[in-house]
């Protein structure tokens, strides 16, 4: 058996199994490339269109006005959305994506628009009374990023606004942001998402407009809904999510053989951990059988690039990469400047010096490990945040180029940031891709590049500088974070 047979077969038990041509993958390289391809994909959809979403930027009125213009130019076309409750009215009574999204409902009518925002049930009772608005996203949101159009998908990180802080659609996630951006052009694949998008969408809040209202709409909770709201009954709203998302996101009891001939399988990953008790999710064990295997012999000459914009990897992860065989592995950040929320006002400006410490004890853990020689930290910077021309890093992903093999043929893609927070709190779907397509495989090669152009090598005198360093009003701060049952 080959080396990828035997982690396909692995992987078979953990996820569902889609099997694809390399040739209907796309890598788009750019923000921009991203947003004019999805106005396209909209403005030319005939079905449906369905958008997971941690939040679109409230100031994103060309891509409302985009979606609306397509649901003018087909009668029967269905608009679905789905966004977080805590970032998406978080402005509110301002302007916030609730109120930018509330009138396409109002002028399309709720049959063919329907926007739904998920709250986590970890956030009820006295917390979400007293906990500021600013911090209370660090007890868990809805992060999947599914951009479906009729019978293809992107798999992204995010979609984001001008001077907002976290990943979504919106300006800067359009401009200046960067982050990957995957194009599946599969009716299977698109159809199993939707499942998953609407699924999560029946377990969430629906916005209602009211003009009477000075908000200009309304969260209720469904009487169709299958659970009861999170925050009236937190326990039974996970029992009730559990039934209907588990089926969802492991292997069918049977499995249909591809007719065609195919050289790629796509893995759906999906981390569902506030919503399921005990934890069934299949990401952070999907990812994890994928490390372990580098810590054979047989991947003593293989290579491996892991990528995260906020670097807080969890410990097993952590553990593995520094333990792989691998000869040659490279992790990607972004430097505090390229942070998303670099010159962000009150707590949240806290997080860039705690990225940075938290990069800082990787590579003591590196050293300590004997592999500072085969294992390099690098930080992607291009010009500062808030300044003209200032962009920032979220990609996040890993790449693995087998032994003997010039280019990639794995690559895991989509909305986790690996960290913590991301196994414990928020809603994550990636997708893991494992290809024979050599185009694929070459194009996966250039990706890798294009996102360590503006990357360089840091090593840990770099933290010993007078900018570079960590003050303990961080570290206390990280640790009241943890205290009170938030993460980073």
Same mark, same amino acid.
């Given at each position: 058996?080959?080396?990828?047979?035997?982690?396909?077969?692995?992987?078979?038990? /953990?996820?569902?199994?889609?099997?694809i041509?390399?040739?209907?993958?796309?890598?788009?390289? *750019?923000?921009?490339?991203?947003?004019?391809?999805?106005?396209?994909?909209?403005? *030319?959809?005939?079905?449906? /269109?369905?958008?997971?979403?941690?939040?679109?930027?409230?100031?994103?009125?060309?891509?409302?006005?985009? /979606?609306?213009?397509?649901?003018?130019?087909?009668?029967?076309?269905?608009?679905?959305?789905?966004?977080?409750?805590?970032?998406?009215t978080?402005e509110?009574? %301002?302007?916030?994506?609730?109120s930018?999204?509330?009138?396409?409902?109002?002028?399309?009518?709720?049959?063919?628009?329907?926007?739904?925002?998920?709250?986590?049930?970890?956030?009820?009772?006295?917390?979400?009374?007293?906990?500021?608005?600013?911090?209370?996203?660090?007890?868990?949101?809805?992060?999947?990023?599914?951009?479906?159009?009729? %019978?293809?998908?992107?798999?992204?990180?995010?979609?984001?606004?001008?001077?907002?802080?976290?990943?979504?659609?919106?300006?800067?996630?359009f401009?200046?942001?960067?982050?990957?951006?995957?194009?599946?052009?599969?009716?299977?694949?698109?159809?199993?998402?939707?499942?998953?998008?609407?699924?999560?969408?029946?377990?969430?809040?629906?916005?209602v407009?009211?003009?009477?209202?000075?908000?200009?709409?309304?969260?209720?909770?469904?009487? *169709?809904?299958?659970?009861?709201?999170?925050?009236?009954?937190?326990?039974?709203?996970?029992s009730?999510?559990?039934?209907?998302?588990?089926?969802?996101?492991?292997p069918? @009891?049977?499995?249909?053989?591809?007719?065609?001939?195919?050289?790629?399988?796509?893995?759906?990953?999906?981390?569902? @951990?506030?919503?399921?008790h005990?934890?069934?999710?299949?990401?952070?064990?999907?990812?994890?059988?994928?490390?372990r295997?580098?810590?054979?012999?047989?991947?003593?000459?293989?290579?491996?690039?892991?990528?995260?914009?906020?670097?807080?990897?969890?410990?097993?992860?952590?553990?593995?990469?520094?333990g792989?065989?691998?000869?040659?592995?490279?992790?990607?950040?972004?430097?505090?400047?390229?942070?998303?929320?670099?010159?962000?006002?009150?707590?949240?400006?806290?997080?860039?010096?705690?990225? @940075?410490?938290?990069?800082?004890?990787?590579?003591?853990?590196?050293?300590?490990?004997?592999?500072? %020689?085969?294992?390099?930290?690098?930080?992607?910077?291009?010009?500062t945040?808030?300044?003209?021309?200032?962009?920032?890093?979220?990609?996040?992903?890993?790449?693995?180029?087998?032994?003997?093999?010039?280019?990639?043929?794995i690559? !895991?893609?989509?909305?986790?940031?690996?960290?913590?927070?991301?196994?414990?709190?928020?809603?994550?779907?990636? @997708?893991? /891709?494992?290809?024979?397509?050599?185009?694929?495989?070459?194009?996966?090669?250039?990706?890798?590049?294009?996102?360590?152009?503006?990357?360089?090598?840091?090593?840990?005198?770099?933290?010993?500088?007078?900018?570079?360093?960590?003050?303990?009003?961080?570290?206390?701060?990280?640790?009241?974070?943890? !205290?009170?049952?938030?993460?980073?």
């Open positions: 058996m080959s080396m990828l047979g035997g982690l396909t077969n692995e992987l078979d038990q /953990i996820a569902p199994r889609f099997e041509q390399g040739s209907q993958v796309d890598i788009l390289e *750019s923000p921009n490339a991203f947003y004019e391809t999805l106005k396209a994909k909209i403005l *030319s959809a005939r079905k449906r /269109i369905y958008l997971s979403t941690l939040y679109i930027g409230k100031t994103e009125h060309e891509l409302i006005s985009t /979606i609306r213009e397509a649901l003018q130019r087909q009668p029967n076309l269905k608009v679905s959305v789905l966004t977080d409750a805590l970032r998406g978080r509110t009574p %301002d302007p916030s994506c609730a930018l999204l509330a009138p396409l409902v109002a002028d399309f009518g709720p049959d063919r628009v329907e926007i739904r925002m998920y709250h986590t049930p970890n956030l009820t009772g006295l917390r979400k009374r007293f906990i500021p608005k600013r911090i209370n996203e660090g007890w868990g949101l809805q992060h999947m990023k599914l951009y479906g159009v009729d %019978d293809e998908i992107i798999i992204s990180g995010s979609i984001k606004a001008k001077r907002d802080v976290r990943a979504n659609l919106s300006n800067d996630y401009t200046n942001r960067q982050d990957r951006y995957h194009l599946f052009s599969s009716k299977q694949i698109t159809d199993y998402f939707a499942r998953i998008h609407h699924a999560v969408g029946n377990l969430s809040y629906l916005v407009p009211d003009p009477n209202d000075p908000q200009g709409y309304l969260l209720q909770w469904p009487r *169709s809904s299958p659970a009861p709201s999170p925050l009236d009954n937190p326990h039974e709203f996970r009730r999510a559990k039934d209907i998302l588990n089926p969802l996101i492991h069918p @009891t049977k499995s249909e053989a591809s007719a065609a001939e195919t050289d790629t399988v796509v893995y759906p990953l999906a981390q569902f @951990t506030p919503l399921l005990p934890d069934t999710s299949t990401e952070l064990p999907g990812l994890l059988a994928l490390l295997s580098l810590s054979t012999p047989a991947f003593a000459s293989s290579r491996w690039m892991f990528t995260a914009g906020y670097f807080n990897v969890h410990p097993q992860l952590s553990s593995l990469l520094i792989s065989s691998s000869r040659h592995g490279t992790v990607v950040t972004a430097s505090p400047w390229a942070n998303g929320f670099y010159g962000s006002k009150g707590v949240s400006g806290l997080l860039p010096p705690a990225y @940075t410490l938290l990069s800082r004890r990787f590579l003591e853990k590196v050293r300590a490990a004997g592999r500072h %020689d085969s294992i390099i930290l690098k930080e992607w910077r291009r010009g945040v808030g300044e003209s021309d200032g962009w920032t890093y979220h990609a996040k992903g890993l790449w693995l180029t087998m032994p003997k093999e010039q280019y990639p043929s690559t !895991l893609v989509g909305s986790s940031n690996y960290t913590k927070r991301s196994y414990s709190l928020d809603l994550e779907i990636n @997708t893991l /891709i494992v290809t024979r397509n050599e185009s694929l495989q070459k194009r996966l090669e250039m990706e890798q590049n294009w996102l360590q152009e503006y990357s360089s090598q840091v090593d840990l005198n770099e933290f010993t500088k007078t900018e570079r360093r960590v003050g303990l009003h961080v570290r206390v701060a990280m640790w009241i974070v943890t !205290l009170l049952g938030g993460a980073l």
